[in-house]
Structure formats: C-alpha cells, structure tokens
C-alpha cells in the first residue's frame, strides 16, 4: 500500500513563473491537506479537500495560490507568479476521516525554490 | 490563536537518557496528536490521544493530557540516536483542521 505520494520532490522557479505541486493520497482516502513549513518552522495550514470540493482554504493566500482535487488524478497546488517568499517546503497530508478527528499521513513534501 | 507551543524548542541529552517535551494550547480540543519530523523529510504520525483521555503509551513513548492545564506531554524513553528528530504537537479543536505547534528539535548524542 504505496504511502502518500508528492512530486516534484525539488522544483525550482525563477520569479514570475508557475509553480505546480502534485499530490496523490493513500489508497482510500478522501480528505487531502496542503501544508506550507519554512525553515526551523512549524507546519502551516494551508487548504483542505475532498473530491472536487473544498473544504477549507482558509490557511491560503488570497491572490497566485490556488488548489484542486479533481475526481480523477492527483491533488495540485498551483502557485502562479511565484515570488521569493514562496520559497519553502510544501507538504501535502490524505486522512480517512475529516477534520482532525484522525491521523494525518503525510507525502515526502515537495520543495520549492524560487530563484 | 489555538496554535499548539512546544517547550522547550531545542533539547539535547545522552543516549539512554529519556527526553520530556511539553505542548501548550488555548481552546477546547477532541484529540492531540505528537507526530515526528526526521530532516528533510515529511511528518510521522507517532500518537494520538483523546480529550476523554489521560495517558496513552506506545512502545518507548508516553503522553500525557491534561484538558484542566490544556498541556500534553511527549516523553521518550531510553532514547536512541534514532530518536534525533523535530517533534510536533498538533491539535484538533473538532471544526477546523489539525493545528501545527512549531516544534522541539531534540538531539540524541551517542
């Protein structure tokens, strides 16, 4: 049973281009979270989605980011006109159940930098 | 902010010796989670404890909650070079999704 899957595992962008992280859940899971960690830091919430919804974006910058969980493929995070600050490492986690009401598995976590 | 603190951020002791790591929070919460994050990589999930709950153990590791305090606390066991690693709290207050604390880097001499 293949664990979360994320890739790229390294992306690089210069400023202004796109960015486009994927992210396919555990066999069976329906709930997807993105997660956005810099440096020596916690993880930050960033959205939650189930199939073709979202749930809560919430954690989201309101401009350039957007995410999708389509009914079929991966989960993606897009980043449009990436700039410097986005340069992080970007984790993407499947749950069984909602919310926080169980264990969270996470990806390997893809990292972006921007140059 | 319901974000989980983690105390203390850093934490280094001797193989063998056990390492105690404390997580602080703000409002009411269903479950608390410890999950481990070895470097460069993706997080672990190690434990989850219920509101209901008081102690839960797994192998080397201990929690604790205590719901009055809103605190848990992680102790490892006879920790091992292996044990090197960030460990995060997270928490569940039961209409958004897990909040992340920012972590204790604990290292694990041999």
């Known amino acids: 049973n293949a664990g979360v899957m994320q890739n790229p595992r390294h992306l690089v962008r210069r400023r202004g281009q796109e960015a486009r992280l994927r992210c396919s859940p555990m066999?069976?899971?329906?709930?997807v979270y993105w997660y956005r960690q810099l440096p020596e830091e916690g993880l930050k919430f960033m959205v939650y989605?189930?199939?073709?919804?979202?749930?809560?974006e919430s954690g989201m910058p309101k401009e350039r980011f957007s995410a999708e969980f389509p009914k079929e493929g991966p989960s993606i995070l897009r980043i449009q006109q990436v700039v410097r600050g986005d340069s992080a490492a970007y984790f993407c986690?499947?749950?069984?159940?909602?919310?926080?009401?169980?264990?969270?598995?996470f990806g390997p976590g893809t990292r972006l930098t921007v140059t | 902010s319901q974000q989980g603190e983690e105390d203390p951020q850093a934490l280094s002791i001797q193989e063998g010796e056990n390492a105690t790591m404390n997580c602080s929070y703000k409002?009411?919460?269903?479950?608390l989670q410890w999950y481990r994050q070895n470097s460069g990589r993706g997080l672990v999930h190690l434990i989850l404890?219920?509101?209901?709950?008081r102690e839960k153990h797994s192998g080397r590791l201990r929690v604790t909650l205590d719901t009055s305090k809103k605190s848990s606390s992680l102790l490892i066991t006879a920790s091992r070079a292996a044990d090197t690693a960030s460990y995060f709290c997270a928490t569940d207050p039961g209409n958004t999704p897990l909040v992340f604390g920012k972590g204790t880097r604990l290292s694990v001499i041999a």
């Open positions: 989605l189930q199939k073709e919804n979202i749930i809560d």
């Open positions: 409002t009411s919460i269903n479950n």
């Open positions: 986690a499947s749950s069984s159940q909602s919310g926080g009401a169980g264990e969270q598995y």
């Open positions: 066999k069976g899971h329906s709930h």
């Open positions: 404890i219920r509101s209901n709950e």
